[in-house]
């Protein structure tokens, strides 16, 4: 199926440091949503982005929907180790008979630097 | 907290066997998507359900995989004769309405042997 084009596909963090990841795609997205994945648990909702242009942050955490459509970024600030995980990203359309399914990239997996 | 609750959190079946994995989704949410995510993968779309109206299956991967929600809560996936490939995770997730956020539940991992 689908997926969307996330990148990098894992970094290592030291605390403190700020991270960034991205994620694009050929079609065109109504909205952008970005998740985070613990092992043995599902996704959970970090951020969602319903307008092109459109800057949200949620604490540490910033993410931009593209101009485009095509594509967005998280920023993740001050990095703490609770921060390791496996982020998504997710576009949603609401067009060409879409009932609203997301498609998500193939993840950005954070680990502690050793 | 009131979360999507999916069950069981594990399922080990011989190939063949059929099985059901159950979605409880978020009291009041009206939008109920499964999806199945592969080791090292995102999450695909396999069906989707507003209310109790199954209103995409297009995700589905072979008609051995069903999917039902008859009181418009509760879901139920059914996978018969299942094969190696139908391991993964299966995740439920349900949201408030038409493209409102996704919640998602802790999924179902199954194995087949």
Same mark, same amino acid.
């Given at each position: 199926g689908q997926q969307l084009n996330q990148?990098?596909?894992?970094?290592?963090?030291?605390?403190?440091?700020?991270?960034?990841?991205?994620?694009?795609?050929?079609? %065109?997205?109504?909205?952008?949503?970005?998740? @985070?994945?613990?092992?043995?648990?599902?996704?959970?909702?970090?951020?969602?982005?319903? @307008?092109a242009g459109e800057l949200t942050s949620n604490g540490r955490l910033?993410?931009?929907?593209? %101009?485009?459509? @095509?594509?967005?970024?998280?920023?993740?600030?001050?990095? %703490?180790?609770?921060?390791?995980?496996?982020?998504?990203?997710?576009?949603?359309?609401?067009?060409?008979?879409?009932?609203?399914?997301?498609?998500f990239g193939k993840g950005t997996k954070l680990s502690v630097k050793p | 907290g009131a979360g999507v609750s999916q069950s069981p959190r594990y399922k080990v079946a011989k190939r063949g066997q059929d099985v059901a994995l159950r979605c409880d989704p978020i009291s009041g949410h009206v939008s109920l998507?499964?999806?199945?995510?592969?080791?090292?993968?995102?999450?695909?779309f396999l069906t989707y359900f507003q209310n109790e109206a199954q209103?995409?299956?297009s995700g589905l991967p072979s008609d051995r995989?069903?999917?039902e929600r008859p009181e418009g809560s509760v879901s139920?996936?059914?996978?018969?004769?299942?094969?190696?490939?139908?391991?993964?995770?299966?995740?439920?997730?349900?949201?408030?309405?038409?493209h409102q956020p996704q919640h998602f539940g802790d999924g179902t991992r199954l194995s087949i042997l």
């Open positions: 990148s990098p596909q894992s970094m290592f963090i030291q605390e403190g440091e700020d991270v960034s990841m991205n994620c694009t795609s050929s079609s %065109i997205f109504n909205t952008w949503l970005w998740y @985070k994945q613990d092992p043995g648990e599902g996704p959970v909702l970090l951020i969602a982005l319903y @307008k910033t993410a931009q929907f593209g %101009i485009t459509r @095509k594509d967005s970024f998280l920023n993740i600030s001050a990095s %703490i180790p609770s921060d390791v995980g496996i982020y998504f990203c997710a576009g949603q359309m609401n067009y060409g008979g879409s009932q609203g399914n997301l498609i | 998507f499964w999806y199945q995510q592969a080791l090292g993968q995102g999450p695909e209103l995409d299956k995989f069903f999917a139920t996936l059914k996978i018969q004769r299942t094969q190696q490939e139908d391991s993964a995770v299966y995740l439920c997730a349900s949201g408030e309405g038409f």
